[in-house]
């Protein structure tokens, strides 16, 4: 008997030991498996805040925004990304780097394609909607044309039902599978972000870098290197007789190397235009002008219109406005920006700081100008360096061309680079550095005397001076001029200056 209720007592107490031993493994899966929602969760969170981002960091390229702060965000004492404050475009958070749990996330990306636009990606596939078309992350142009209600970009929604994730490309209204393709504890989005004081630098999955500018630790905008092409019409008048065989604007040679220069260096460019062409053997006859020009192209203007921009310089090569009047003033301004406008397609490829011509222009002409539609906000003066036509090397008793400026500010605006005109509202910048007298060889020597304040008194901004004629002439590329304006950019970079327009360091100014 005893023998039996011995084995009774052992039976029991290894049922509850069992039942004990499983019920605590239970526990401990419950446990992981709320763990691993939470972590699924938390990723999906900061793959809609990446999307965000990204989104407002391709903005930023577009509006040449900056950066004006940038904040770690920390979780446990560990750094998982950053918070971003654009001057224009709000604030948004980027997280990076390992995210230290065995949770899968879809492989999400963006990726710029052939046509230069940036489009979805998951792993290394484009992201397609029902049709098969690619799904774009910057606003871009529908088929039908471009009109503003035909633009159109996607932002993805992620949420996660049951372990399964699933995407939006219509704002939550409708939702789809999507495998999960990240390695564990891998990056969102971006394979990495850094920053140091001139940029914030975003690569890409597929190894591409976006670099965003910014600000100073005292609130001015960053340092700013500008290039502007005068006298321009040759070009335009070149892609009109050519448009037949010209697919793109950028099989135009004058805008091709521009294309090139944008795509290396992040260059932005205004070309300031002559409105009209006199024939060699009469002068009261136009014999092209801005009139001619086709606007068959205004789709691809206004697509770039971030980089390159159109501006006023004169009626024509003979004419300034030291004498002009008001109203002629008006009259040849109102005219190029009625046909800038239906050159490009878009107010927005019109710079509004302009050089005219010979840098002349009495008070009324200005004044003028300033009070037109999509007016003038500032003017570029004269070239006060070595490599001005002017021959004159002495900077010390040096004043810049400065239109209707008399003393003081015309010495105050080659010493400090800037003068505001308060009673005009109108703004003025000293032309930099005139590359048409250099050799590409020369370039660096010339340029880094502007890194020396004690000598230029310079502000943050240098602008460079060319000519259209000195890089296209009859048809052809003068390939040191286009060696000068790499140079130039490459010790822009080395320098932390960025590329940008005086316009909208204007506005940000506001």
């Known amino acids: 008997m005893k023998k039996y209720i011995f084995l009774l007592v052992t039976v029991i107490t290894t049922l509850v030991s069992c039942a004990k031993y499983d019920y605590e493994a239970i526990l401990e899966q419950l ?3 709320e763990e691993r929602i939470q972590k699924l969760e938390t990723l999906c969170t900061q793959l809609n805040s990446n999307v965000e981002a990204i989104q407002t960091i391709l903005a930023a390229l577009e509006q040449n925004d900056y950066i004006t702060d940038i904040t770690k965000i920390t979780e446990d004492g560990i750094e998982v990304g950053y918070s971003i404050t654009f001057a224009k475009g709000g604030t948004v958070n980027i997280y990076h780097g390992s995210n230290g749990s065995n949770a899968q996330a879809p492989k999400i990306s963006i990726r710029k394609a052939p046509d230069g636009e940036y489009y979805w990606t998951s792993g290394d596939e484009w992201l397609t909607d029902e049709n098969g078309e690619k799904l ?24 996660i039902v049951e372990n399964e994730w699933y995407i939006s490309y219509d704002n939550g209204n409708t939702w789809r599978t999507m495998q999960a393709l990240t390695d564990e504890g891998s990056n969102i989005l971006f394979e990495s972000v850094e920053y140091d004081s001139s940029y914030l630098y975003v690569t890409l999955s597929d190894g591409a870098e976006i670099r965003i500018p910014r600000c100073s ?9 500008h290039f502007s092409f005068d006298d321009t019409i040759a070009s335009l008048r070149d892609l009109t007789e050519k448009s037949a065989s010209y697919a793109s604007i950028f099989d135009q040679p004058f805008f091709s190397v521009l294309k090139q220069l944008h795509d290396q260096y992040g260059t932005v460019f ?21 009139e001619d020009v086709t606007d068959s192209y205004a789709r691809e203007f206004a697509q770039n219109s971030s980089w390159l921009k159109f501006g006023f310089h004169s009626l024509h090569g003979s004419m300034n406005y030291a004498k002009e009047t008001a109203e002629n003033a008006k009259s040849h301004y109102d005219n190029f920006i009625k046909q800038i406008v239906r050159i490009t397609g878009s107010t ?8 005219l011509q010979n840098f002349a222009g009495n008070i009324e002409s200005c004044r003028a100008m300033r009070d037109c539609a999509c007016g003038v906000l500032g003017l570029l003066a004269g070239d006060y360096s070595e490599t001005s036509t002017s021959g004159n090397t002495s900077f010390d008793d040096y004043t810049v061309s400065g239109y209707y400026l008399g003393e003081p500010a015309r010495t105050f605006l080659a010493r400090k680079g800037r003068w505001f005109d308060s009673a005009e509202q109108l703004y003025f910048y000293p032309s930099c550095l005139r590359l048409d007298n250099l050799i590409s060889a020369k370039v660096t020597e010339y340029v880094e005397r502007f890194n020396t304040p004690d000598r230029y008194g ?27 304006i ?9 320098n932390g200056y960025t590329f940008g327009y005086p316009m909208n360091k204007i506005r940000m100014a506001y």
């Open 348 to 355: 927005d490829c019109i710079d509004l700081v302009v050089r």
């Open 270 to 290: 205004s070309c300031y235009c002559f409105y009209q062409i006199l024939n060699v053997d009469d002068s009261s006859i136009a014999e092209f002008s801005l």
């Open 136 to 159: 774009p992350a910057t606003y871009t142009y529908g088929s039908d044309g471009d009109n503003e209600s035909d633009v159109r970009y996607i932002t993805p929604l992620f949420r």
């Open 217 to 225: 630790t005292d609130g001015v905008s960053p340092k700013m290197m």
């Open 31 to 33: 446990r992981d498996h």
């Open 486 to 494: 790499a140079k130039a950019c490459e010790w822009a970079i080395t």
């Open 458 to 484: 310079r502000n943050s901004m240098m602008i460079m001076y060319c000519h259209e004629n000195q890089m296209y002439r009859n048809g052809s590329i003068n390939t040191d001029y286009e060696k000068r």
